[in-house]
Structure formats: structure tokens, C-alpha cells
């Protein structure tokens, strides 16, 4: 595969007030600074909670906004308006989009709550058809603390009696529909600084309130049972008989408690069992009138996804919108909680697979000169071909593993600074031909390249070749297919993606001639190519194939080059001593005969002695054989990994052994005395003589340096590994 590049006040606040702000993400606050040039972006906050309003300054419609945090803070949970689904993937992004775009002027407003007070947010903004608007970075101004419900008599520590009120002053009522005898929010903005103002309903005094420094206030009070009106007006007055008004309906109270202890609170439309890629159809039963807040927590317990739904007059609720199992979404125990403010249900839920290659990178984006590293899981004692792409397409570094009996995989590459290209990296992983993409940001944050794949290599004109593409979500991709001469074959093919990113296009074949074909999937200038053939036939005649060297060492690169008979299909296979097949492709010969094949690569950790490649076409076969050398032919080479935490036993080393013969090994581990620590462990070679031993660091081994001996009967050897 081919691709090609292109949001200052210092405070102190209660639980209580972060309660308040997290559950009303309605609130408008004051402006924050990070004023961008199309979307203008705020964020307030106290403690760990933050309020973030995204307003569209410019005349296109936003339709998707996206926020990630700095290095050293993490998502904990975040909240939604109306109409907006927020999805948080597994590189820590959270994905905020709506079925109605932000149009000009227009605002709309997220909570979020982090593991650290105040952060610094990243954000980006794009529009309907997901190309990027406008992007920048905000910090969080923190909220001064307010004093709410002061004693009335209580005057002597305000500062100032007049309660100014201004033309741009503006208080709203939480809930916006309240009901009588019920306890609301009211929470303003722009009033006089740090002073007193009273609260009305109609022309009842309720109670009094204080402003901060800023001018802005939030505070509880109850109507009175008694109120028999439909509408009331809501009043903020000041000493001087001026006064800000509010009128709103009272919400339905009729039966209200009798229907909450007769209705429970269910959930429907989830299995026990979920997978990547499911759609979950949410409903259930609540109480008449009441608001369902349903939120799902991922394996760490952090909230990943947010709804709010009415529940009908009869009880019911079903959300307007499914939910989506993100294909990026973490394995494991999930649960899901469904609320009405007091009372709740819980169920747990698990995402399972059934991929057979589960591999991610250590972090969502590496520095420049830094070790990229990814790990993950495969099916054990079998053979994984791990390939690193830079953003062009380019090979960086690949390699051929045996993964062990654990199945535990890791991969890693050196970087260079300014001489290896930023961008978004790929490591292609594949096994027993399943083929995984796995993506990662060298020096920014990776985006979703265009991908393309098809079902098979070769094809009858008769056939019909699906084609696999992958990309950003909703995006068109465009499909040209180059015929044997180099020319444009028909017309450009548009395909759009589903809403996970993936899509998929079934080319009809007839009337396409014999020979190698290549369709390149854009968009943008970012781009993917990928080569098929039509109407090659196996059975080639004599074929000629060899090598262009006769020696090779561990982790050189092979080329082969050959000829048979013109727009054939060929079977290449590279085999080592033990007549273990490392590697197979099918390759087509050229319009002359000729092929040539660059892919095959000698592994690291590849054994000595005679290597071959098997060329094969129907009944014809001709092999090149070629030696294999190891700069240590002797002896036993010990590998320390990466310390990793095993639930139940606790830390842990990889110890990785390749020995020059398949006898049992013995690993032990002394002090600086000489003593043994712990037991013996023993390991028994593959067939390539290599095994792994997972040591267990006892949890009361003092720091320093140890010894780790392996023995194999015929050779010793001793490395220091350093426990800190």
C-alpha cells in the first residue's frame, strides 16, 4: 500500500458549585480568552469542571467540533446540549457533533470534567462536509466563588448596597420550566460588583443574593407551594426599584411524586455482548415529564458518552438517536447508568472482538527523536510481520516476529529528528493474512489517512472486486482505476463513507483485458494505491527466478527478480532452513514476462544456514537458495523488555533467549552476594531457538543491580538488569 501526504482569576470553590456548573452545560459565562477568526471559543471553570461555549463568528456552518487536552490531563466525564451526541476515542479526542449545525452566531456550550483544575483545551472546529473551519487552543478562567442565600439582616460584609443593574445584565432559571414548591438555580452575569440585590417572584421578596468580583452570581431558591399561575415573572431589584425580568410557565406538578415511586427507571437495547461497530437502540421507563440522563463509562470507569432524554406522559423514553460502538473503542467491561437525578440503574455490558491482531501504540503522538512503541496481543507461536509507514507511504522499518506462547507482540523504532517527516504513521500488521492499520502521530496529532484494499489479487472478467476503503467519517473518497498502459480506466468512482469512517465499492469487471491494474482512492491530496490483476492464468511455463545476492544477514532485505511467460499469476514463498514458510505473495509477471519482488525481508531474529524462495505457477516451480549469516553464531542472546504490570502476580520482565540449539534453558536470578532470588525458571525453544521467560520482580526486592544467568547446557550467560 501507497499513500501520499499532505481556549485568570485565581479561586477557591465548593463540590457543590461544580455539581451546579457540570449538570447546567446551558450556562453562558463570561468571555474567556482564545478568540479565533471564525469560531470564538470560551472556557470557565472551577476546580476540575469547566464550561466550554463554542460560538460561530464566521458564515460556515459548523457541524463538528473535536477537543483534546495537553499531555498531562485527562477526560473524566463531559456533558451535552440537546441534540448533540459527544463520542470520546481511544487516543483521548472527544467528538462532539449534532444532526443540526452551528449556523452563523449561533452558540452552543459542553461541560467537561478533568483529572486536573484549569486545563489547557485544544479544539477544533469543521464543517459539514468534516474539512476544518478553524482550530486553536484556550485556557480555563476560573470562576470567583459567590456566597448564596446570605441572611438578609446579614449586611455588614457587603461591600456595596446599590446593586447596580445594567442594560447588558442577564439571569436565567434553572430549570427552564420549573414546577411549584420546587428549588431552582439562578445564575447571572454582568450585575454590579459584590453587591446585594433581592429576588422576587410576582411581587414576593424570596430571598437575597451577593455578586462576585466579576459581577456574575449563582444561587438556589424555592417557589412557594402555593402559586396557583400558569406563568410567573422571575425579578432581580435593587434598592433603587430597578429590576431585570424573567417570566416563564410552570412546568405540569400534578402527581408528580406519586408518578415517580409507581414508575421504575429501565433501560432496553443492549446485550450482554456488544461489538465494534454496533448500533445501540436505547429506550425504556421513567417517571411522567421527568428528564433521563444516560451515561456510559468505559473499563477505567470514565464517561465516554453522554445522552439526555424526556421520558412521555405515558413513562417511556427512546432515544432519537442510537448510539454508536466506535470501531476504535477499547475491550472490556463497560457499564451503562440511566438517572433521573435520584434514582438510578446500572448495567454492565462488554465489548469483545474477534480480530486476532490487538495492537496500539504506547501514546497517541511521539516527539521527533523519540522511541515510537506499540504492543498489543496476536495468536501465539505464530509468525507476525510488523511494517512501519511514514506519512508518504514510505517504509521506515519492518520486521518478522515469532510471537511467543503469552502472545504479548512489541515493536519500536528509533527516531530521528529533523530527518524522519512528521505526520501520521502506520504500522501494518499482519498474520496468517489478516491485516491490521494501526495509526500514530510522529510530532502532531494523527488524522485518519485514506486507505484502500481489496478481497483478492487476481480476478476473472467476470468477477466483480469489492474494494475496502477507510477514512475520515461522512468523507467522499474518489476512485481512479490506471489500466495496464498507464492511462485513466472509465470515469473517477465517488464513495462515501459510512459514519465510522469505513466504506465499501463493488467494481464490475467486464470488459477489462488481461494485466496488472492500480485504483488510487484520494481525497485531498492525501491518496492510496493499491495494484490488482485481471485474467492472469496460472501455469506460467519455465520460470527463472533468483536473487541478486547469495549471502544476506539478519534484517537485510531480499530482491528477487525473474522471467516467465507474459501477465501470469506466480506464488513466491520465503522458507528457512527448517522448511518453516515465513512469508508468502502472489505476484503477476509483466506484460514482457518479467517480475520482480521487493517485499520479502530477512527477519531479525532469523536463524543461520540455508534460505530458499519458492516461485510457483500451477505444475512449474524454479527455487533460489541463498545463505543466512548471524553476527553471533555461537552462544546465547538474552533480550530485557519492558517492565509490565500482570493483574494478580504484579510486575514483571520479559526475558527474550535465542539460543544455537533446541535444549531446554534455565534463567536464574542473583544479588550482589550471589544469592539466589526467587526460583529457577526453564523455556523450551521453537523451532527458530528463541523462547521467552516472564520474571516476576518480588514485591519487597530491595533497588539495585541484579544478575540474570541463562544456561542451556552447553553455553552460560550472564546480563545485569537494574530494579528501581
Known amino acids: 500500500m501507497k499513500k501520499m501526504a499532505n481556549m485568570k482569576k485565581p479561586v477557591t470553590s465548593s463540590i457543590a458549585l461544580s455539581a451546579i456548573i457540570l449538570f447546567s452545560v446551558s450556562i453562558i459565562f463570561i468571555p474567556s480568552n482564545g478568540y479565533a477568526e471564525e469560531i470564538n471559543v470560551k472556557s470557565m471553570g472551577v476546580e476540575k469542571t469547566s464550561i466550554i461555549t463554542f460560538t460561530n463568528d464566521g458564515t460556515q456552518d459548523v457541524k463538528t467540533l473535536r477537543i483534546w487536552l495537553s499531555q498531562d490531563a485527562n477526560f473524566e466525564s463531559f456533558k451535552t446540549e440537546k441534540g448533540w451526541i459527544g463520542e470520546k476515542n481511544s487516543q483521548g479526542v472527544i467528538v462532539f457533533s449534532s444532526s443540526e449545525s452551528i449556523k452563523e452566531n449561533q452558540s452552543v456550550k459542553f461541560g467537561i470534567k478533568t483529572d486536573k483544575p484549569n486545563p489547557v483545551i485544544n479544539w477544533k472546529g469543521l464543517d459539514t462536509t468534516n474539512s476544518v473551519i478553524d482550530t486553536g487552543v484556550i485556557s480555563t478562567t476560573k470562576i470567583q466563588k459567590v456566597n448564596q442565600n446570605p441572611n438578609i439582616e446579614s449586611n455588614q460584609n457587603i461591600i456595596d448596597t446599590d446593586g447596580e443593574i445594567f442594560s447588558d445584565s442577564v439571569f436565567r432559571i434553572i430549570p427552564d420550566k420549573p414546577n411549584a414548591g420546587s ?70 406538578n400534578q402527581n408528580r411524586i406519586e408518578k415517580l415511586e409507581n414508575i421504575k427507571i ?54 432519537s438517536e442510537p448510539i454508536s460502538i466506535p470501531y476504535d473503542a477499547p475491550f472490556g467491561k463497560y457499564s451503562i447508568i440511566t438517572s433521573d437525578g435520584k434514582n438510578q440503574n446500572l448495567k454492565y455490558w462488554t465489548i469483545q472482538t474477534d480480530k486476532t491482531i490487538l495492537i496500539a501504540p504506547t501514546e497517541i503522538m511521539f516527539d521527533p527523536g523519540s522511541i515510537i512503541k506499540f504492543n498489543g496481543t496476536a495468536l501465539p507461536n505464530q509468525l507476525i510481520e510488523l511494517a512501519l509507514e511514514d506519512n508518504l507511504g514510505k517504509e521506515i522499518t519492518s520486521d518478522i516476529l515469532t510471537v511467543g506462547e503469552s502472545g504479548f507482540v512489541e515493536f519500536q523504532y528509533q527516531t530521528t529528528e529533523n530527518d524522519d517527516l512528521e505526520g501520521t504513521w502506520t504500522l501494518i500488521a499482519t498474520q496468517n493474512k489478516v491485516k491490521e492499520f494501526i495509526y500514530v502521530g510522529y510530532g502532531e496529532m494523527p488524522s485518519i489517512p485514506v486507505n484502500i484494499e481489496f478481497d483478492k489479487t487476481n480476478y476473472k472478467s467476470s468477477d466483480n472486486a469489492i474494494i475496502s476503503l477507510l477514512g475520515k467519517p461522512s468523507e467522499i473518497l474518489k476512485i481512479m482505476i490506471i489500466n495496464p498502459s498507464g492511462s485513466i480506466s472509465g470515469e473517477d468512482i465517488q464513495v462515501m463513507l459510512q459514519e465510522d469512517g469505513r466504506g465499501t465499492y463493488e467494481l464490475e469487471l467486464g470488459g477489462y483485458s488481461s494485466g496488472i491494474y492500480t485504483a488510487v482512492a484520494q481525497k485531498g491530496n492525501a491518496q492510496s494505491s493499491e495494484k490488482f490483476s485481471v485474467g492472469l492464468q496460472i501455469g506460467s511455463g519455465p520460470i527463472n527466478a533468483q536473487t541478486t545476492q547469495t549471502e544476506y544477514s539478519q534484517g537485510e532485505r531480499i530482491l528477487l527478480i525473474g522471467s516467465t511467460n507474459p501477465n501470469v499469476l506466480l506464488t513466491a514463498a520465503l522458507v528457512n532452513p527448517n522448511g518453516v514458510e515465513i512469508k508468502s505473495l502472489e505476484i503477476p509477471s509483466n506484460s514482457d514476462g518479467t517480475f520482480k519482488v521487493e517485499d520479502f525481508k530477512i527477519p531479525t531474529n532469523a ?118
Open 183 to 252: 428549588t431552582i438555580r439562578v445564575v447571572g452575569e454582568n450585575f454590579g460588583v459584590s453587591q446585594l440585590f433581592d429576588f422576587y417572584i410576582d411581587s414576593s421578596r424570596i430571598g437575597s443574593f451577593e455578586t462576585d468580583n466579576n459581577g456574575n452570581f449563582i444561587t438556589t431558591m424555592k417557589i412557594p407551594d402555593n402559586i396557583s399561575k400558569d406563568r410567573i415573572d422571575f425579578k432581580i431589584k435593587n434598592n433603587q426599584g430597578e429590576e431585570k425580568i424573567v417570566s416563564l410557565r410552570l412546568g405540569e
Open 266 to 319: 429501565t433501560i432496553n437495547g443492549i446485550d450482554k455482548i456488544v461489538h465494534r461497530g454496533d448500533n445501540l437502540e436505547l429506550s425504556g421507563t421513567g417517571a411522567p415529564g421527568s428528564a433521563i440522563i444516560i451515561e456510559i463509562k468505559d473499563p477505567q470507569q470514565k464517561t465516554i458518552n453522554s445522552r439526555t432524554q424526556k421520558v412521555d406522559g405515558t413513562g417511556n423514553w427512546k432515544l
Open 607 to 724: 536463524i543461520s544456514g540455508t534460505w530458499k524462495i519458492n516461485v510457483s505457477s500451477g505444475s512449474n516451480i524454479d527455487r533460489s537458495q541463498f545463505e543466512v549469516i548471524s553476527p553471533q553464531e555461537e552462544g546465547i542472546i538474552i533480550e530485557i523488555g519492558e517492565k509490565v504490570e500482570i493483574p494478580g502476580f504484579g510486575e514483571s520482565v520479559k526475558v527474550g533467549i535465542t539460543t544455537t540449539q533446541k535444549t531446554s534453558v534455565t534463567l536464574e536470578v542473583f544479588d550482589q552476594k550471589g544469592n539466589l532470588i526467587g526460583q529457577s525458571l526453564s523455556c523450551l525453544p521453537t523451532m527458530d531457538f528463541k523462547c521467552e521467560i516472564l520474571w516476576t520482580i518480588p514485591k519487597d526486592l530491595p533497588p539495585g543491580t541484579y544478575s540474570i544467568t541463562v544456561n542451556d547446557s552447553k553455553n552460560e550467560v550472564k546480563k545485569d538488569i537494574v530494579i528501581e
